[in-house]
């Protein structure tokens, strides 16, 4: 594959990497980390009026997946909040994908538009992996559906306006096959949200739903095939939007940090900046090829899990060692003296864990690569 940029592509960045200059300031990121809450309505916005969100989402305007990844990896080089934004053009990718015409009238404007935001609820309390085998109840009630149960990592749900959730409609089928995948404005009567905090400092919550009720103009997909609609998300989201360059802006931070104290020159130190940036440029590659391979008309399951494992595991280690190099100031946090790279030494150690469970943990990574790369028997 050629990991050329075209001229296209290369504009791109920069109108991205303009739109960062004005909305992403250090007062926005210092209110990210003490709100927990990853997203930035003015950035949303700017990149919606510069119909750059319409254009990024898959199967919509451009939909090219070489487009996704550049805005999404200026982003998380620039370590802006953008996780609100991936989730949005994700699921607006999921409508274009299976939604009906209806749907995509109703929804896709104002998610294009940066003014609406959307909350994903596949994950339960008991089922996060195993997520085939959630018991959120979807039952048919006259012409409506009643909803109940209650999902865990909400991740956005006290700010989006739309919910994607996953139900079970059929117990009487194998797991895979009883699901069906519903989107619906967040506050419909029923929903409750509470906040998780997490160690990192990003906000989560659990939801719950009692007595939930739609109409069929909120079931996404056919009625129990919520599971593909699953995988057409999944597939998004591995390895393109974010999360394979954390290492880039942790690498700046300790960088600017060790030239201050005098650190640079020590060879060790050196050897594991070097280091990072490799690891950093691999997980750069392997992420642009598979974009290549959606952008090929492919969908790069496969290659979407090697990237996740390697550019998170990289990530984590790089941290452990600078952390380890920054001695006890590195365990110093935002606005403490004395912090190593003014707290985000500590911060990224308190991250980089809840990368390899996100999107998939590594050990399910790995299985889907030994099952379908290496063609190992199935783990389960
Ligand atoms: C900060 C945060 C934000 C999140 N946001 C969202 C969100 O917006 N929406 C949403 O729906 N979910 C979200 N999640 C949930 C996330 O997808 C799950 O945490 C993840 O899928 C793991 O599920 P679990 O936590 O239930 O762990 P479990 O599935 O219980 O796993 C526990 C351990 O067992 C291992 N394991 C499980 N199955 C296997 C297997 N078959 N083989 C080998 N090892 C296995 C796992 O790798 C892990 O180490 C979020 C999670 C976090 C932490």
Known sequence: MDFTLSNDVVEFRAAIRSIIAETVTPEVVDEMHRSGTFDLPALNLALGAAGYIERAVPGLGKGDPVELWVLFNELEKAGAPFDGLAINIMIAGVVVAVGTDEQKARILPSIISGEAGVCMGYSEPD?????????????????????????????????????????????????????????MPMDTPGITVEPVHTMATERTNA?????????????????????????????????VMGGTNAGVPLLRHFRLWADKVGLSADPFVRYQMARTAIDMQVATLLTQRSAWIAGSGGLPGLEGSMTKLFATEAYQRSVRAFQEMAGSSGLLQ????????????????????????????SEIQRNNIAERHLRLPKAR
Do not use: C, Q
């Open 334 to 361: 935002f606005h403490e003296p004395g912090a190593a790279a003014d707290g985000f030494i500590d911060y990224d150690a308190r991250h980089a864990p809840v990368t390899t469970i996100y999107g998939g943990t």
């Open 207 to 239: 939801t719950w739903y009692d007595d939930v009720r739609v109409g069929d103009d909120a079931v996404l997909g056919e009625v129990n095939s919520g599971w593909r609609t699953m995988t057409v998300a999944l597939a998004f989201e591995r390895g």
């Open 127 to 183: 089922h996060g992996s195993d997520v085939a085998s959630i018991t959120t109840r979807a039952v048919r009630d006259g012409d409506e559906w009643m909803i109940n149960g209650a999902k865990m990592w909400t991740t956005m749900a006290h700010k989006a306006t739309w919910l994607i959730l996953l139900t079970r409609t059929n117990t009487e089928v194998p797991k895979h096959k009883g699901l069906t995948m519903f989107i």
